[in-house]
């Protein structure tokens, strides 16, 4: 049977959700997706699982490839690897790589985030396909994708160029940048470079484009796009203290309006939304019925303090629901999971945050039986059998 309790949490605590509404940023980007990463709290999602032209943002996927690559030990840093006719063939951004070079594996990554080299993903790309062909790796990009979750994603190329059939969602570029940042952190920093000038030979080509680094509201990554037929579009991260935002924006008609967008969104993420903290660890919250234990009862609360993003103005209480499956059969572990606090704030999605078990509940002795059987019974009688438990 699923128990719950309604309770109101945190006195004091700032709620007024639907002050989030009131909030809401009104972005001119075709596509946008906005993520508080340590609540995974989703601050903004438009057309968020339209597949697009994403422009050179895919190059995120052969960098994620590449890290996995190189912990792997199927790649080293100091690996140098041949340049192909096909990677020298490639326009736009490059390295301006020939066939004559061979280039260290580092040398190529920072090629890729900083210069956006087309050239640079490519020979990493045949490095790495299973069967040596950029497209052969673009198969796999897709299927790697699909793997960590990426399910509007499908890949023609390594860099980007445009292609039929080459798209991706904001969303699933956000779920790309999460993963860069949580799953490869010794090689996150590399995002962060401002500048990368590889032997002198493309002077026109050693800025990052990324339009935010510079600007000291903590943006530490990822990267830009720009196509014709995909516009301006950046995936982009900044942190603030102990807060992270993940965004994603696409199709904006100009260079200028997407640094003017992406710094708005940074600042309307960091200034109009906190971390509240609802329940403290340890603090019980609730109390969940025992089955045959040597008590009846056992505290719920949460193994570490549960904190939520909410609107940085509002205040008041927050309503929250407990729910378990119960009563619950003895014998009971400190900590063990039993129960889940959920909250619904207005136009955010459900927040659902696990409790525990306050104490040790050992199983009842002879007297605890012969009590519990003697109340079934008593129910029965009463009730009739779609009464007992």
């Known amino acids: 049977m699923i128990s ?27 596509a946008a997706y ?10 903004l999602s438009k057309n968020a699982d339209v597949p697009l032209p994403p422009a050179s943002m895919s190059k995120l996927m052969t960098l994620y490839v590449a890290f996995e ?31 004559l070079d061979r280039v260290r594996v580092e040398d190529l990554l920072r090629g890729i985030i900083v210069l956006s080299g087309n050239d640079a993903c490519v020979v990493i790309a045949e490095a790495l396909s299973p069967d040596g062909t950029e497209a052969g790796f673009a198969r796999y990009m897709t299927k790697r994708g699909q793997d960590l979750g990426m399910t509007a994603s499908t890949f023609a190329n390594s860099n980007g160029w445009p292609a039929a059939g080459h798209r ?9 940048a999460e993963r860069l940042i949580e799953d490869f952190p010794e090689y996150y920093p590399l995002f962060a470079e401002t500048k990368f000038e590889f032997d002198g030979r493309a002077p026109s080509n050693v800025r990052n484009r990324n339009p935010l680094l510079k600007l000291g509201i903590g943006a530490d990554g990822l990267k830009t796009g720009h196509t014709e037929e995909a516009g301006y579009g950046l995936v982009g991260s900044a942190q603030q ?47 969940a019925e025992i089955w045959r234990g040597a008590e009846q009862s056992v505290g719920l609360v949460p193994a570490k303090d549960l904190e939520i993003l909410l609107p940085s ?13 119960g009563p619950i059969e003895a014998p009971v572990s400190k900590g063990q999971r039993l129960a889940e606090l959920v909250l619904q704030p207005d136009d955010l999605p459900e927040v659902r945050l ?24 008593i129910k029965r009688f ?8």
């Open 354 to 377: 696990p409790l525990v078990a306050e104490s040790d509940v050992p199983a009842g002795g002879f007297a605890v039986r012969v009590k519990t059987a003697a109340e079934v019974l």
């Open 69 to 99: 690559a190189l912990r792997d030990g199927r790649l080293t840093l100091d690996e140098r690897l041949p340049v192909s006719e096909h990677a020298m063939s490639y326009k736009g951004s490059t390295m301006f790589l020939d066939t």
């Open 241 to 287: 203290g102990d807060r992270r935002v993940i965004f994603v924006v696409s199709g904006f008609d100009t260079e200028s309006g997407r640094a003017e967008e992406a710094e708005a969104l940074v600042n309307w993420s960091f200034r109009q939304f906190a971390k509240k903290t609802v329940a403290q660890e340890g603090v019980p919250i609730a109390e």
């Open 168 to 176: 991706m969602s904001v969303h699933d570029l956000a779920v790309l």
């Open 313 to 325: 103005l509002a205040g008041g209480t927050i309503e929250g629901e407990v729910v378990y499956a």
């Open 34 to 43: 906005v993520l508080d990463a340590g609540t995974d709290t989703v601050l």
């Open 4 to 30: 719950s309790l309604r309770l109101a949490m945190a006195a004091g605590l700032a709620v007024s959700l639907s002050a989030l509404s009131a909030a809401a940023f009104d972005t001119k980007a075709r």
């Open 382 to 389: 009463l009730t009739g059998p779609e009464g007992a438990l």
